[in-house]
């Protein structure tokens, strides 16, 4: 199993709406990308200064199973409409288990 992790950071004026709306469009993508064994999203706590915004938690069958997910047009379609305005930065990691 391949576990995938992204953090997105968020910029500093970035609204609460504005960060609904991006984890609304996370949400969408397993119902988009065929291959996504399980997937969680949500908008950070606030518990720790400077922690990153949103965080997404996926886990895929196989290495082909991710790339088919890290490459699908959604992101393009979904994601980044609504997230390359609001997003300072981002981190992913990937690692088997």
């Excluded at 999203?41 to 720790?48: F, I, N, V």
């Excluded at 200064?49 to 997910?69: K, M, P, R």
């Amino acid at each position: 199993m391949i576990q995938h992790i992204t953090l997105i950071y968020f910029k500093a004026d970035t609204t609460d709406e504005r960060k609904q709306a991006v984890l609304a469009a996370f949400q969408q993508l397993p119902d988009l990308i065929p291959g996504i064994k399980a997937f969680r999203t949500g908008l950070d706590l606030e518990l720790l200064e400077g922690n990153a915004g949103l965080a997404v938690v996926a886990e895929f069958a196989s290495a082909d199973d991710f790339l088919t997910y890290s490459t699908h047009a959604a992101h393009a379609e979904v994601i980044f409409p609504v997230c390359g305005e609001v997003m300072a930065s981002y981190a992913t990691s990937q690692f088997e288990f």
